[in-house]
């Protein structure tokens, strides 16, 4: 005899199963939505790329590249990985398909789907996360910025969401960042810091500002800030995106500290931060990343995003004590009472499905009795209750569950009839 065995998803990997995956469906298409009113087109790629992509185009000393990467040989020993994030293998998908030359700019990609980081599984913290992001690639203007900013939020509102800030800076570009990173190296330098925080602020300074420790929060107060070395045309770039902000309606607040865990952003950088998350709090990110494509090879253009957890989205709602989405529930509700009957039903069903209206039945067999708790159970609008007797006489009992009334149509006219009533 086999030995039984119970399996279990793997650890720090969600399930969404009814009837809150309802929940997911909702937030992932209302965000998906958002960017569909942008102009925003759909963009399906892989879930594993070279890893050198990753190592490339995210940088080898982020978190994401060189501890949570699930990296693996296939069977010619080549190094793939899941992907932990999006923009690079878009920026990988345009550059190999030439999508930069062959459509006005900017190109503007929408994708959805999972990424993968082997992270210490924590609530909303997970090694398989949801994300919807976008990137709109090619031009250097503002207002493109303001746009993608907008996209997130409109995102965010129009699932109800509103416990949430916007925090935006602005790290720069190769005019000044060089310069600041000299400037806050020496400083971090000349700190008492340990051992391991001086190799930090060695390889990558700016990732000290963002450590959570009190001590090193209390050394690095005055630390200089790159929001206040930008270039001129860097401080005009970013100036220009928080008025288009302004003028669109989109609250947000300055966070000069602002750290993001990959290598790539240049200038515009944000987060979605949701207080009711605890530890785990950033619903969505991104910025600009203008000198990403041509390290991957392509053309010297430019490009901003953003990524949603949908995940967390999903968390953020639930927090707030909101829901995005009914409960997956038919609009009517079919019960066949004897064989003939239920044949006809099933039937009958096909029919109104066909015809763009929902319906579940009653299975099994079961009495009037069971079969009309059914009915309640589902939320169904209306009942339908067919007999071998309603059958005989061409009808089928029609039962409006709000109101209780119930009421005989022929059965020639009852999928129109149906159609109708939840039109109305
Ligand atoms: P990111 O900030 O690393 O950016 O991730 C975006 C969002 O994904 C986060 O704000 C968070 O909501 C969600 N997320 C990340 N890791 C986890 C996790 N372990 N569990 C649950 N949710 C998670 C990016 O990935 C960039 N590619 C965004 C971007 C696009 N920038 C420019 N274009």
């Known amino acids: 005899m086999t030995k039984t065995s119970s399996f279990s998803a793997p650890k720090g990997v969600p399930d969404y199963t009814p009837p809150g995956s309802a929940e997911f469906v909702a937030v992932?298409?209302?965000?998906?939505?958002?960017?569909?009113?942008a102009g925003y087109g759909h963009i399906e790629l892989p879930v594993f790329e070279q890893t050198a992509l990753f190592a490339r185009g995210v940088g080898e000393s982020t978190d994401v590249v060189s501890k949570e990467m699930w990296t693996f040989a296939d069977r010619n020993g080549e190094s793939f990985t899941l992907r932990p994030e999006g923009t690079a293998g878009v920026m990988r998908a345009v550059i190999q398909h030439g999508l930069?030359?062959?459509?006005?700019?900017?190109?503007?990609?929408?994708?959805?789907?999972?990424?993968?980081?082997?992270?210490?599984?924590?609530?909303?913290?997970y090694r398989q996360l949801q994300q919807v992001g976008i990137e709109a690639i090619g031009i250097d203007d503002p207002a493109l910025d303001a746009e993608v900013i907008a996209v997130a939020d409109a995102g965010f509102r129009s699932l109800g969401l509103d416990g949430f800030r916007l925090e935006i800076t602005s790290l720069g570009d190769e005019t000044c960042r060089p310069q600041y990173r000299e400037l806050l190296q020496e400083f971090l330098l000349g700190l008492p810091l340990d051992e391991e925080t001086r190799r930090r602020a060695e390889i990558n300074p700016l990732r000290v500002l963002d450590d959570k420790r009190p001590e090193v929060r209390e050394l690095t107060a005055d630390a200089p800030l790159m929001i206040d070395h930008l270039s001129e045309s860097a401080k005009a770039h970013f100036d220009e995106v928080l008025a288009h902000l302004d003028a669109l309606g989109v609250p947000y607040v300055v966070n000069p500290r602002m750290v993001r865990g990959l290598d790539y952003y240049t200038k515009t950088t944000f987060e979605f931060v949701h207080d009711k998350l605890g530890a785990q709090s950033g619903i969505g990110g991104g910025g600009r990343y203008d000198g990403l494509m041509a390290q991957l090879g392509g053309q010297p253009l430019s490009g901003i995003g953003f990524g949603i957890g949908v995940d967390r989205t999903v968390l953020a709602l639930a927090a707030e004590g909101k829901t995005a989405a009914d409960p997956a529930r038919c609009q009517v509700y079919g019960v066949g009472l004897g064989d003939e009957a239920r044949a006809r039903i099933v039937a009958l069903a096909g029919e109104l499905r066909a015809a763009g209206v929902s319906v579940d039945l009653a299975y099994g067999g079961r009495g009037l009795k069971g079969a009309m708790k059914g009915a309640d159970r589902s939320g169904a609008k209306y009942t339908l209750v067919l007999g071998d007797r309603d059958l005989a006489d061409n009808s089928i009992g029609v039962k409006e569950m709000a109101t209780g009334e119930q009421r005989q149509v022929s059965l020639d006219t009852v999928v129109a009839e149906l159609r109708a009533a939840l039109a109305a």
Do not use: N, V
């Open 28 to 37: 992932r298409d209302g965000l998906i939505q958002a960017a569909r009113l």
């Open 100 to 125: 930069d030359r062959t459509g006005s700019l900017p190109l503007k990609l929408c994708y959805a789907g999972p990424f993968f980081r082997y992270e210490r599984p924590q609530a909303g913290r």
